[in-house]
């Protein structure tokens, strides 16, 4: 090889590695969403948002979540960085003995007992798009020092590539009802869309380490039921901020409930 060929070759070798380091260190570009508020009603916030259906959104990358971040870093100060990490695998966990539900007897338990046994139901990492809602209700009250529970309602278009989700939340413990995105989320599905998840979180008080549970509780599991029932509901997922529990329709009446 001459000189030049040898020289021409290595800058271009220089340039393509250049190309490439630059690509991994740029951000990547955050999903674009509109966002439709349906009512506002003292703290109780009911919102339509919609986003192009992008590949990210289900991946577990995370965008820009500050108020996660801040609710992670407390509980690190809290419970202390290894006390944590012991909480959230706890929680996470999908080994526990199937004897344990043979023995129980309490239904809130036993549904517990079901995910935590690897019989129902998938856990895994929150997702960039669970985090997006989550963020946001932890934007309006910190889960830590002023814990709030969220609905959220995930729909699709199977022609449109789109997602909407129907958010209804309040300053309370528990949900507000949902009704007034209930409405709205009904005029998509005769429209089209489908129901693909239903979404909510999770907390525990400070005797239970605060990682929520990754379970539905027996309302929970009733709820399920009549949203698979009513609205062809395909899967219920449960998330503590760090993990989120799948859990298909097909399962649901494994669940006990009330
Ligand atoms: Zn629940």
Known sequence: MSKLKHYLLLVFLILLSACFNKKSTLRFQAPQFEKRLVLQDGHAEFSVWEFEDQAILWTYTLGAVPHIDEYRDSLALVLGQEGLEKAIAVEA??????????EEQNGADRNADLVHTGTVGHIRPINYLEAFILNYQLGRFPLLGHPTEFHGFIAKHPGKNLVRVYFAASDAPWPP????VMDAMEDDLERGWKLVYHLHNHYCEEDKDYIGILAPSMPDAQYFKMLANRYDLQKALITNAYHTVEIEAKHFSRFDSH
């Not at 009802?177 to 007034?180: A, E, H, M, Q, V």
């Open 177 to 180: 009802k949902p009704r007034p």
């Open 93 to 102: 966990d999908q080994s526990r003995d199937l004897a344990l539900l043979e």
